[in-house]
């Protein structure tokens, strides 16, 4: 079984903070995809990277995609509230893996 | 786009009764969907995946003759939670998949409780 491994598990943070979430495998993938979802909803993606190196932005957060394909990163810049939630990653290659899973709670 | 849906979003049932779950795909051809179950602040944990036509293929330790999961068309994907008992008791997440795209798109999930 492949595993995706997201640190930290848990984060708490005040609001206007910077945070990193880190997702690992020992596998490499063909995309991978980063989700956030809110108490009692469905994950909603926010973006898939394809390219070793690929860093994408999303007003502020910042993806990167490993130059190996085996690793990603998500950076929030001064978070918010409205950032609270389980943040999962996602990799895909002919089956779709899910990380660990790290909780954000961002407070007022 | 991308837009999948599921209902109920919560349920209450007592023990021993079936549920019935259903996911469509509203605006696109799901040729693949997925049914998660998920725990408070934990990852999901994928039950089984099943492609339109063709029967669903269930993750180890996932009781196919209790969680019974037909796909029947390209939008619509079913799970049924039969002989309900408490432990059922989850967060039921479906996701769609459509053909030659990576990502999956999920549906707001449904509550289920067993009384």
């Known amino acids: 079984t492949q595993l995706l491994e997201q640190s930290p598990q848990f984060l708490s943070i005040q609001e206007g903070e910077n945070l990193t979430v880190y997702c690992n495998s020992s596998?490499?993938?063909?995309?991978l995809q980063w989700y956030r979802q809110e108490p009692g909803e469905g994950p909603v993606l926010l973006v898939t990277v394809v390219t070793g190196g690929e860093v994408k932005k999303l007003k502020r957060l910042t993806f990167q995609f490993g130059d190996a394909r085996k690793d990603s990163s998500l950076h929030i810049t001064a978070a918010q509230p409205g950032d609270t939630g389980l943040y999962l990653c996602?990799?895909?290659?002919?089956?779709?893996?899910f990380g660990t899973g790290t909780s954000l709670t961002v407070i007022p | 786009g991308a837009v999948v849906s599921q209902h109920p979003s919560w349920v209450i049932c007592k023990s021993g009764t079936s549920v019935k779950i259903e996911c469509r795909s509203l605006d696109f051809q799901a040729t693949t969907m997925f049914w998660y179950r998920q725990f408070p602040k934990q990852s999901l944990m994928l039950m089984a995946t099943s492609n339109e036509g063709s029967k669903a293929t269930y993750e180890q330790g996932v009781e196919k003759d209790k969680f019974l999961i037909n796909h029947a068309s390209l939008t619509l994907s079913t799970l049924t939670v039969t002989s309900a008992h408490p432990e059922d008791s989850s967060f039921y997440i479906c996701s769609a998949q459509d053909r030659g795209y990576y990502e999956q798109y999920f549906g707001p999930g449904t509550r289920l409780t067993v009384t």
């Open positions: 596998s490499v993938f063909s995309s």
């Open positions: 996602a990799g895909a290659d002919n089956q779709f893996y």
